[in-house]
């Protein structure tokens, strides 16, 4: 443990949770379909190569990744195994991907063309198909034979994958999904043959759709323990377990008088003598100011944020006087209770993903394995 840090609030990342995790999709899908751990946006807020090795460790295939950058970073680290840039790349960094052995996804033949400028070693090429989610593929069969004979034809271009993206698979309505598969097969049905991989399953469709599995999956949001959406989470067919917590503790705890105020604007006022906390996160760490409301753990039991959420600080009512430096749970259990990610997901209302993912760079992430600390990752030292 070579990084340090000196302040009371961190992100606790359990990789036994993200490895169990891995090994219990691998035991829903059958031995021939290969897994991509999707670990674009610091995994997710969870941090990129903690969580790609943890994963890889754990018997996934390779890496999924929005942008080259994030790619470069995991080869960085010191990871071999395929990586795929599941979003758009610039026709002049073709060059830059096939050197770092980096699949990119394609869609035109204008990028094709322009690529090809650029590249002068094998550079591997998954094509996206629309078939629904409006936002980058080609849109049907003959596009993507033509998109596929441009490949073909290059020198140094690999036909690697063809993919596409479902836009409600975390819906219990299957009717669009069944929509988007039936244009999916029927598109690849038109290629004389097909690539290494063919996929199309985010989490929620590989753990919901037995039918839409391919030879490839991209597993994302349940890597991270965290359920696709509210509505599947009873259907789930196996459990995910959370993989990380928000945690910080008291550095400050007084009695306040009846009548005071408390934060900017002075818009909480106490009812009666009260124990006011003071904790050192605010929305610059991504514990934004609509969370005013929000409760957190503390000894076992539910405290409330009181008045505005500061950049650093935001403040909560005790149930009575509790020590300075007692830890607090943001995101998590403690004791008998607990604030899943979703909790604070409703209240903000939005979708799990968000909530991971905003928590901010200056908050440290703490690595455990077999409850111990095995790594610190801080971005300031
Ligand atoms: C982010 C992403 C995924 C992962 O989705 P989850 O819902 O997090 O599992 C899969 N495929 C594509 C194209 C993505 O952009």
Redesign the pocket.
């Given at each position: 443990m070579d990084t340090l840090f000196f302040r009371d609030t961190w992100a606790e990342i359990n990789l036994d949770h993200v490895s169990e995790n891995v090994m219990n999709f691998k035991t829903h899908i059958p031995d021939n379909v290969k897994m991509l751990a999707?670990v674009?946006a610091n995994a997710y807020g969870h941090g990129y190569e903690q969580v790609a090795k943890a994963a890889l460790d754990a018997g996934a295939h390779g890496l999924?990744v929005?942008f080259l950058d994030e790619a470069l970073l995991l080869r960085k680290a010191g990871i071999h195994t395929p990586i795929l840039v599941?979003g758009a790349s610039r026709p002049e960094d073709a060059g830059t991907a096939a050197e770092h052995r980096v699949s990119l996804t394609v869609y035109t033949r204008e990028w094709l063309e322009e690529a090809s400028l650029h590249t002068r070693k094998r550079l591997n090429l998954h094509v996206k198909c629309d078939t629904g989610m409006g936002r980058i593929g080609v849109k049907d069969s003959q596009e993507l034979l033509e998109i596929t004979e441009v490949i073909n034809a290059h020198e140094h271009f690999h036909f690697e994958g063809v993919f596409t993206?479902f836009a409600t698979a975390d819906e219990l309505d299957e009717t669009y999904a069944d929509t988007q598969l039936e244009t999916f097969r029927s598109m690849i049905g038109q290629l004389p043959h097909l690539p290494e991989y063919v996929h199309s399953s985010?989490?929620?469709a590989t753990l919901r759709r037995k039918d839409a599995l391919f030879n490839t999956v991209?597993?994302?949001?349940?890597l991270y323990g965290l359920t696709?959406s509210r509505e599947m989470q009873p259907h789930l067919p196996f459990e995910l377990k959370e993989v990380l917590s928000l945690k910080t503790k008291l550095i400050h705890v007084k009695e306040m008088d009846e009548g005071e105020k408390v934060s900017y604007g002075a818009t909480y006022e106490t009812g009666n003598k009260e124990w006011i906390g003071t904790l050192p996160i605010g929305y610059a760490d991504g514990w934004i100011r609509k969370l005013q409301g929000q409760e957190v753990l503390i000894g076992g039991r539910r405290a409330p944020i009181v008045g505005r959420i500061c950049m650093d600080q935001c403040m909560v009512r005790l149930p009575g006087p509790v020590k300075t430096g007692e830890p607090v749970t943001l995101i998590g259990r403690q004791g008998d209770e607990h604030i899943p990610a979703d909790e604070l997901a409703d209240k903000l209302d939005t979708i799990n993903?968000e909530v991971t993912c905003m928590i901010a760079a200056r908050v440290p992430r703490v690595y455990t394995r077999g409850g111990a600390v095995v790594e610190v990752s801080n971005h300031l030292l």
């Amino acid at each position: 443990m070579d990084t340090l840090f000196f302040r009371d609030t961190w992100a606790e990342i359990n990789l036994d949770h993200v490895s169990e995790n891995v090994m219990n999709f691998k035991t829903h899908i059958p031995d021939n379909v290969k897994m991509l751990a999707v670990v674009k946006a610091n995994a997710y807020g969870h941090g990129y190569e903690q969580v790609a090795k943890a994963a890889l460790d754990a018997g996934a295939h390779g890496l999924a990744v929005a942008f080259l950058d994030e790619a470069l970073l995991l080869r960085k680290a010191g990871i071999h195994t395929p990586i795929l840039v599941l979003g758009a790349s610039r026709p002049e960094d073709a060059g830059t991907a096939a050197e770092h052995r980096v699949s990119l996804t394609v869609y035109t033949r204008e990028w094709l063309e322009e690529a090809s400028l650029h590249t002068r070693k094998r550079l591997n090429l998954h094509v996206k198909c629309d078939t629904g989610m409006g936002r980058i593929g080609v849109k049907d069969s003959q596009e993507l034979l033509e998109i596929t004979e441009v490949i073909n034809a290059h020198e140094h271009f690999h036909f690697e994958g063809v993919f596409t993206h479902f836009a409600t698979a975390d819906e219990l309505d299957e009717t669009y999904a069944d929509t988007q598969l039936e244009t999916f097969r029927s598109m690849i049905g038109q290629l004389p043959h097909l690539p290494e991989y063919v996929h199309s399953s985010n989490s929620a469709a590989t753990l919901r759709r037995k039918d839409a599995l391919f030879n490839t999956v991209r597993v994302g949001i349940s890597l991270y323990g965290l359920t696709p959406s509210r509505e599947m989470q009873p259907h789930l067919p196996f459990e995910l377990k959370e993989v990380l917590s928000l945690k910080t503790k008291l550095i400050h705890v007084k009695e306040m008088d009846e009548g005071e105020k408390v934060s900017y604007g002075a818009t909480y006022e106490t009812g009666n003598k009260e124990w006011i906390g003071t904790l050192p996160i605010g929305y610059a760490d991504g514990w934004i100011r609509k969370l005013q409301g929000q409760e957190v753990l503390i000894g076992g039991r539910r405290a409330p944020i009181v008045g505005r959420i500061c950049m650093d600080q935001c403040m909560v009512r005790l149930p009575g006087p509790v020590k300075t430096g007692e830890p607090v749970t943001l995101i998590g259990r403690q004791g008998d209770e607990h604030i899943p990610a979703d909790e604070l997901a409703d209240k903000l209302d939005t979708i799990n993903y968000e909530v991971t993912c905003m928590i901010a760079a200056r908050v440290p992430r703490v690595y455990t394995r077999g409850g111990a600390v095995v790594e610190v990752s801080n971005h300031l030292l």
